[in-house]
């Protein structure tokens, strides 16, 4: 329980960006569920491209946004690049 009326303004804004932020980062991971499942496919090449750019957008949107720092959405970008660089191999390289 907050002792000051400043600590209850701040507990009620808190809960709030907490929601807003969680859906954020649903969005992203759903997003990047989707794209591994095509890669566990071995689904067409395209549509993992697609899959992944959209991915990265909102990994980026959400490091705008504050809910993810910098060094953790380049993390993540770069783990899924190396998957697709896994799964398509030496011929998706060339066009990267």
């Known amino acids: 329980m907050p ?3 400043t600590a209850a303004k701040q507990l009620k804004i808190n809960q709030r960006n907490r929601v807003r932020n969680r859906q954020y980062v649903t969005r992203m991971r ?3 569920k989707a794209y591994l499942a095509v890669l566990e496919t ?3 090449e ?3 491209r697609a899959k992944l750019a959209y991915a990265q957008k909102l990994i980026h949107e959400n490091v705008s946004k504050g809910v993810l720092k910098k060094r953790t959405a380049q993390r993540k970008v770069s783990r899924l690049y190396k998957r ?3 799964t398509f191999g030496a011929r998706a ?3 990267v």
């Open 3 to 5: 002792n000051t009326k």
């Open 84 to 86: 697709f660089n896994r």
């Open 93 to 95: 390289e060339t066009s």
């Open 46 to 48: 395209a549509v993992a």
């Open 30 to 32: 759903t997003a990047v």
């Open 42 to 44: 071995h689904g067409e």
